[in-house]
C-alpha cells in the first residue's frame, strides 16, 4: 500500500483516540476479577449486572449498557 491509501486509515485511528480517550481508559480500568467487584463498580456507573469478559467481569449487563453509562460519567 501506497502512503497516500494507509493516510486516512492512520488519521482515523488518531482522530478516534483523541474523540474517545474516556471510554478506552475507562474500559481498561473496569476490569475486575470478581463478578461482585464488576457489580459494585456498576452501581456507581448506574447501571445493573455484570459482563463475563474471559476469566475478568465488567460492569453493565452488555458492552452497549456500559459503554452509554461510562460516556455520561464526569
Given at each position: ?17 483523541l ?16 463478578k ?39
Amino acid at each position: 500500500m501506497t502512503f497516500s491509501r494507509l493516510f486516512p486509515i492512520a488519521a482515523l485511528a488518531m482522530l478516534s483516540q483523541l474523540l474517545m480517550p474516556t471510554l478506552v481508559h475507562s474500559q481498561a480500568n473496569d476490569m475486575f476479577p470478581t463478578k461482585s467487584a464488576a457489580e459494585k463498580r456498576a452501581k456507581e456507573l448506574k447501571c445493573t449486572g455484570s459482563l463475563a469478559m474471559g476469566s475478568e467481569w465488567m460492569p453493565c449487563a452488555s458492552f452497549e449498557t456500559y459503554q452509554k453509562a461510562v460516556s455520561k460519567e464526569k
